[in-house]
């Protein structure tokens, strides 16, 4: 038996002070690396707190005060009008004539200032020039000095060819002001028995997103009257983040309907509808139905399959189980034996599901969206639904706690998007999701559930797709008593996730209850298992002990090692370079600045998000180095020595160096810079919730 490794602290592995063999580092979730390679941990007894990364020679950044939103929108219109913001057709066309706000633009149009303070040019080439043949950023792209001469500066806006499903500003406008209309949605909800022409339909606050309240009229959102003031103007704001606004509902509006109010995570009360608004639909007596035609046939009693229409109520026979469930023809959609990347918060943005299409994925699913913020018109939650030409198979997924807004969204999402599948997520942990009633929140509501999955399916064409989780108590599991409905409600596939709530992405999933679930669900149901997925080996274990599964779903396995879908494909345990890696980084960053600009702002977008993605790289242990191959997920690395200083950089989970690493792919940080992790789940975090 090899001796490895050595007794470390509660936060770092790999000190030599007593000697452990192979086997006894991992029973403690320590990953077994060469003994030549270690190296004892670095001391931060200095600085606990690690997760603000500033230069050394720069002084540190204090926390920011807590601002109103009043005194945001000012400091913004403020920071437009410098210099640093040159007023965007002039960046393009180099002409201080082209603007037609002229002196009352928003933005500087002193072009000589803002050459001044503009910071040096990048290395490298304008990530446009190739694709697009022209930049649309202009002077203000970081790469201004790769542009030819004699060309025009961009093209003619900054519609990116290869990407899809952008937002309208006219739906956006209808969006605000409520007035978008959904006659499918509305037309499933009241079939279904869960749209009351008694009860005002209030989205307020449903899913966590701002205000919003609408009417309840049958193929119509308008806004109450609460939302008028005396002149009949609507009373709209535009919210702190850009390109977002929100409702504002007078606080002393007397609402038909009953609601419950929840405190949220910052300690604001918010109204959230009761469950008596979405009643569930009662059976039809005789005297119900009396003189009412029956939906899905015609005169000469031949049966159709068609929606009902706007405004009526249709009535299905009871006999007819098949009409009932399947209104109309479904699209289908093939998971099996497709590797599927995870829809994945924050890291799972346009560039990083590009990077992993080249890598070998199949299968992609936009970062989740919450309803309401949809329903509202934010650009920034719409831009998560954006679409790259090379995603073949392309999904999004979708979380909202209530029937209307899930099926309104899913109408919404089918008319203005392209998409070949959605996926409404069951199983979020995060707290302030839970706390709306979405997520996780569902599993514990069967019957809400059945409504959500029926009324979405109901009202697109596109296949739905559902992603749980076990249960949300630990051991006290429950999706294998609902499973066998899911095919009945509507849903094409479902995605299982071996672990609970309560849980979160501590402890092993549970595979074994995974493939239980599989067993038992109808043979029109793919399920596609989901947990901790990091080597082809175990992607090939649970097709072997299941061979009913139609795949596995990949998630943190492929931010901390993209190329995973390289291994399956090829079979093989690859050890990858530490210059392989930089590439797929430099890959990272010409794609980013693609999606998010080549102007500085785009320039640091991308940084960030880069920087998000390195505090998950690291945790990967190069073959070579291993004693033990394949790495486990839930192994802690030690701390080692790379084969060459670029592997060893890329090992520290310092912010610090994941920095450098960013300024090696996109120059110096700026001024005062500071990050810190959104995201600090891991596997050997114990379970603190619940």
């Known amino acids: 038996m090899n001796v490895n490794g050595g007794e470390e602290d509660s936060r770092h592995g790999g000190s030599a002070v007593t000697l452990q063999t192979t086997d006894q580092l991992i029973a403690r979730c320590i990953a077994p690396v060469k003994n030549e390679f270690l190296r004892p941990p670095p001391d931060r007894t200095s600085s606990q707190n690690d997760d603000v990364s500033i230069p050394k020679d720069k002084a540190p950044v204090l926390a920011k005060e807590k601002k109103s939103k009043r005194q945001l929108k000012r400091e913004r219109r403020q920071d437009q009008k410098s210099t640093k913001n040159l007023c965007p057709e002039i960046s393009k066309s180099g002409d201080v004539n082209s603007c037609r706000y002229q002196d009352k633009c928003r933005f500087s149009h002193d072009i000589e200032a803002f050459k001044e303070q503009k910071p040096a040019d990048l290395e490298g080439e304008c990530p446009f020039l190739k694709s697009e043949g022209s930049c649309p950023y202009g002077l203000s792209c970081r790469f201004l000095g790769t542009h030819e001469e004699g060309k025009p500066l961009s093209s003619n806006g900054l519609e990116r060819r290869s990407e899809v499903n952008g937002f309208s500003k006219d739906v956006q406008k209808l969006l605000w002001k409520n007035k ?263 599993l514990t509501k069967p019957m809400r559930m059945k409504s959500v999955v029926e009324v979405a399916s109901g009202t697109v064409d596109i296949p739905i797709t559902i992603k749980v989780r076990t249960a949300y108590f630990e051991g006290k599991n429950r999706i294998d008593s609902v499973i066998a409905d899911f095919s009945s409600w509507g849903a094409s596939a479902v995605t299982i996730h071996g672990r609970s709530r309560q849980q979160r992405y501590s402890k092993l999933p549970d595979w074994d209850y995974v493939y239980q679930c599989t067993k038992k669900a109808p043979k029109n149901l793919q399920v596609v298992g989901n947990g901790d997925v990091f080597s082809f080996e175990d992607w090939n274990n649970h097709k072997t002990e299941c061979p009913e599964l139609a795949t596995c779903m990949i998630a943190r396995g492929a931010l901390i090692k993209p190329w995973i879908f390289t291994e399956i494909k090829e079979q093989r345990h690859w050890d990858i370079s530490s210059g392989e890696r930089l590439n797929i980084f430099k890959d990272f960053v010409h794609f980013g600045l693609q999606h998010w600009g080549s102007d500085t702002k785009g320039v640091e977008t991308t940084r960030r998000f880069l920087l998000e993605w390195l505090s998950y790289t690291c945790r990967y242990i190069p073959v070579g180095l291993m004693e033990v191959v394949p790495q486990r997920i839930n192994w802690r690395p030690p701390s080692y020595y790379g084969r060459d200083d670029l592997e060893t950089l890329m090992a520290s989970d310092s912010a610090a160096d994941w920095v450098r690493l960013s300024e090696m792919l996109l120059g110096k940080v700026p001024d005062g810079f500071a990050f810190a992790p959104k995201h600090k789940s891991n596997a050997y975090d114990r379970a603190e919730n619940g």
């Open 180 to 442: 978008m209309t959904f006659p499918k949605a509305d037309a499933k909800l009241k079939s279904l028995g869960l749209l009351s022409k008694s009860k005002g339909n209030a989205l307020e606050n449903k899913d966590g997103g701002d205000k919003c309240v609408q009417s309840d009229d049958i193929g119509s959102c308008a806004v109450t009257s609460e939302l008028e003031n005396k002149d009949g103007v609507d009373k709209c704001h535009q919210s702190d983040d850009d390109d977002s606004f929100g409702v504002i509902v007078d606080s002393d509006s007397k609402l038909e309907c009953s609601v419950e109010v929840l405190k949220d995570d910052d300690g604001v009360n918010r109204e959230l509808e009761s469950d008596v608004l979405c009643p569930l639909k009662r059976r039809k007596t005789a005297e119900d139905c009396a003189g009412v035609s029956v939906a899905g046939q015609n005169v000469d009693g031949s049966c159709i399959r068609s929606e009902p229409e706007a405004g009526t109520e249709a009535i299905t026979p009871e006999t007819d189980i098949s009409l009932k469930s399947h209104l109309r023809e479904k699209k289908l959609i093939d998971f099996r034996d497709k590797l599927y990347l995870a829809p994945l918060t924050t890291v799972g943005n346009l560039p990083f599901r590009r990077v992993c299409k080249v890598l070998g994925a199949d299968v992609t699913c936009g970062e989740m969206a919450m309803c309401t913020n949809l329903l509202q018109g934010q650009a920034s939650e719409w831009a998560l639904l954006r679409r790259h030409s090379s995603e073949d198979l392309f999904g999004v997924q979708i979380c909202g706690a209530y029937p209307d807004s899930v099926a309104r969204t899913v109408e919404l999402i089918e008319k203005e998007c392209s998409v070949d599948f959605i996926d409404i997520n069951m199983g979020c942990p995060i707290d302030i999701v839970v706390n709306k009633g979405a997520g996780s929140a569902l």
